[in-house]
């Protein structure tokens, strides 16, 4: 007999979660991680840093309330790394201690180190890299929820001083005063809109014409022009040729000529596989060139008792989607009967301001030839708007003049984050903007955004309905 029903490597969203999950249906378990990243990438270096930082940023900076209490407004004046720092730590140890709490609630082993494949079904648990102190573990079946790092170019030396990546951000020594950001996804675009908001005077640097092309064209707009207002410079279709470290900073070299010389440079140049060390090979398994690990619908490797789950398999990288990764795969593995993961994701994007979506974009349903008309409200129109001191925050719906059902939710601003589950809600269900334009709201709320959205939906589709009579 194994040592174990399940064995999880990684303790992160989806690795947590499969555990859990296992053990809830009775199931023997244990999960590998290091000692000091219980919680994953997720919860020390990932999201709740960067999520927790954007918070201390607000409060700190007061930029919230500048359009209230005018523009010189400050909680702390010269706000530093340490400022920032407590809060962070504050968090990551109280999360920490939830998750180790709930793994023994449920009676999971956890087991310090990192593992690596010896066959198939046994695993080798070492705190160290002396493999010759190595533990074997058996388990009938097996989650890989080993996530990513933060991919590093050949080309750039990172010193981890000057030159870092996303990892970086919450060792800094001090808060830079100018920096550059290499690549506008969406870990490089949060960080640059919360170190715009500290004051840095910041410059992104993006091969793309556009950044985040996934999202609503007119969101994306709206977000840079909020940044430009921080004083962020964009400059998109260029390329770094190099990164100059220098006695105090570095200079980046565009393939364009151009040298922009900062305090800080910050690469956010996409993310590797955490499989290199995993041993695969002895399971039967390989990654492709990004570390990722190739799963079916029902996160089974090409080893039917090997699952993987979370960042290591690629898209759509979420703490979000990770989560429910592991405990379908953990179904799975128990012969539990299992659904798909739904189809309508949420995607939020915790920059200030923040965005957030669901469903299909204007240009998506555009090009795939699908009517549909837009219901907007803006914040400033609300009576929330006015007393949070929010005038640019705005919501958007796109409804289907066929049946009005809603296609997609778009939100900007101000608690973006959280109201997009409303617009999900109803989606999911089936709904239609009937229910919204009928629903009361509380008043005063932002959440009264979806009926004037829906009602501003309604009168479009009316006005072109009275116009073919
Ligand atoms: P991870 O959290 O990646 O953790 C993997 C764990 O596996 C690590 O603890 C690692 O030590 C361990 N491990 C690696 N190799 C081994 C081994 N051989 N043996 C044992 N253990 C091993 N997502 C959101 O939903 N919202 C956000 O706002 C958000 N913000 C982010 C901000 C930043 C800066 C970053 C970097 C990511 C952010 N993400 C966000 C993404 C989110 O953090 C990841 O999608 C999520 O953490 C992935 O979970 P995971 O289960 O794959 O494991």
Same mark, same amino acid.
């Given at each position: 007999?194994?040592?174990?029903?399940?064995?999880?490597?990684?303790?992160?969203?989806?690795?947590?979660?499969?555990?859990?999950?296992?053990?809830?249906?009775?199931?023997?378990?244990?999960?590998?991680?290091?000692?000091?990243?219980?919680?994953?990438?997720?919860?020390?270096?990932?999201?709740?840093?960067?999520?927790?930082?954007?918070?201390?940023?607000?409060?700190?900076?007061?930029?919230?309330?500048?359009?209230?209490?005018?523009?010189?407004?400050?909680?702390?004046?010269?706000?530093?790394?340490?400022?920032?720092?407590?809060?962070?730590?504050?968090?990551?140890?109280?999360?920490?201690?939830?998750?180790?709490?709930?793994?023994?609630?449920?009676?999971?082993?956890?087991?310090?180190?990192?593992?690596?494949?010896?066959?198939?079904?046994?695993?080798?648990?070492?705190?160290?890299?002396?493999?010759?102190?190595?533990?074997?573990?058996?388990?009938?079946?097996?989650?890989?929820?080993?996530?990513?790092?933060?991919?590093?170019?050949?080309?750039?030396?990172?010193?981890?001083?000057?030159?870092?990546?996303?990892?970086?951000?919450?060792?800094?020594?001090?808060?830079?005063?100018?920096?550059?950001?290499?690549?506008?996804?969406?870990?490089?675009?949060?960080?640059?809109?919360?170190?715009?908001?500290?004051?840095?005077?910041?410059?992104?640097?993006?091969?793309?014409?556009?950044?985040?092309?996934?999202?609503?064209?007119?969101?994306?707009?709206?977000?840079?022009?909020?940044?430009?207002?921080?004083?962020?410079?964009?400059?998109?279709?260029?390329?770094?040729?190099?990164?100059?470290?220098?006695?105090?900073?570095?200079?980046?070299?565009?393939?364009?000529?151009?040298?922009?010389?900062?305090?800080?440079?910050?690469?956010?140049?996409?993310?590797?596989?955490?499989?290199?060390?995993?041993?695969?090979?002895?399971?039967?398994?390989?990654?492709?060139?990004?570390?990722?690990?190739?799963?079916?619908?029902?996160?089974?490797?090409?080893?039917?008792?090997?699952?993987?789950?979370?960042?290591?398999?690629?898209?759509?990288?979420?703490?979000?989607? &990770?989560? #429910?990764?592991? @405990? =379908?795969?953990?179904? !799975?593995?128990? +012969?539990?009967?299992?659904? *798909? /993961?739904?189809?309508?994701?949420?995607?939020?994007?915790?920059?200030?301001?923040?965005?957030?979506?669901?469903?299909?974009?204007?240009?998506?349903?555009?090009?795939?030839?699908?009517?549909?008309?837009?219901?907007?409200?803006?914040?400033?129109?609300?009576?929330?708007?006015?007393?949070?001191?929010?005038?640019?925050?705005?919501?958007?719906?796109?409804? &289907?003049? #066929?049946?009005? @059902? =809603?296609?997609?939710? !778009?939100?900007? +601003?101000?608690?973006?984050? *959280? /109201?997009?589950?409303?617009?999900?809600?109803?989606?999911?269900?089936?709904?239609?903007?009937?229910?919204?334009?009928?629903?009361?709201?509380?008043?005063?709320?932002?959440?009264?955004?979806?009926?004037?959205?829906?009602?501003?939906?309604?009168?479009?589709?009316?006005?072109?309905?009275?116009?073919?009579?």
């Amino acid at each position: 007999m194994n040592d174990f029903d399940l064995l999880v490597l990684g303790s992160g969203p989806g690795g947590q979660r499969a555990a859990i999950a296992a053990a809830k249906l009775g199931r023997r378990v244990a999960i590998v991680d290091r000692r000091n990243m219980i919680g994953g990438v997720c919860i020390n270096t990932g999201t709740i840093p960067s999520k927790t930082l954007r918070e201390a940023v607000l409060y700190l900076t007061g930029l919230n309330q500048r359009e209230l209490y005018g523009q010189s407004y400050r909680v702390k004046d010269e706000i530093t790394v340490a400022d920032l720092g407590m809060r962070t730590q504050h968090v990551i140890g109280r999360e920490v201690d939830v998750i180790r709490s709930q793994l023994a609630r449920n009676r999971v082993t956890v087991m310090p180190g990192t593992g690596r494949f010896l066959e198939p079904n046994a695993v080798g648990v070492s705190s160290g890299s002396d493999h010759d102190r190595e533990q074997k573990i058996t388990a009938d079946r097996i989650v890989i929820a080993t996530g990513t790092r933060p991919a590093r170019p050949d080309t750039v030396e990172f010193d981890d001083r000057a030159v870092i990546d996303s990892d970086g951000i919450i060792n800094m020594e001090r808060i830079p005063e100018t920096m550059v950001v290499v690549g506008a996804g969406v870990i490089g675009i949060e960080y640059a809109s919360m170190f715009a908001a500290l004051g840095t005077k910041v410059t992104v640097v993006e091969r793309r014409e556009r950044m985040l092309e996934f999202c609503d064209l007119e969101i994306v707009e709206a977000l840079k022009y909020h940044l430009r207002d921080l004083a962020v410079t964009f400059r998109f279709r260029e390329t770094v040729a190099s990164v100059e470290r220098m006695a105090r900073g570095a200079i980046t070299v565009l393939e364009s000529g151009k040298r922009i010389p900062a305090d800080t440079v910050m690469y956010s140049a996409g993310r590797q596989g955490m499989t290199d060390g995993l041993g695969l090979a002895a399971a039967g398994l390989a990654a492709d060139h990004r570390g990722r690990i190739k799963v079916d619908e029902h996160y089974r490797t090409e080893v039917p008792h090997i699952y993987a789950v979370g960042d290591v398999i690629g898209f759509p990288s979420l703490a979000a989607t &990770s989560m #429910e990764q592991g @405990r =379908l795969a953990a179904h !799975h593995a128990c +012969g539990e009967p299992v659904h *798909e /993961l739904h189809e309508l994701q949420p995607i939020g994007i915790y920059t200030i301001p923040e965005i957030s979506f669901v469903g299909r974009t204007e240009d998506e349903l555009t090009e795939a030839k699908v009517p549909f008309e837009v219901g907007i409200s803006r914040y400033r129109e609300l009576a929330r708007g006015q007393i949070i001191g929010d005038s640019y925050g705005m919501l958007k719906l796109l409804v &289907s003049p #066929e049946d009005r @059902r =809603l296609l997609g939710v !778009h939100v900007f +601003g101000t608690g973006a984050t *959280e /109201l997009v589950h409303i617009g999900q809600t109803v989606m999911g269900c089936g709904g239609t903007v009937d229910y919204l334009v009928n629903a009361v709201f509380n008043y005063p709320t932002l959440a009264e955004s979806y009926k004037v959205a829906s009602l501003d939906a309604m009168n479009k589709m009316r006005h072109i309905a009275r116009l073919s009579e």
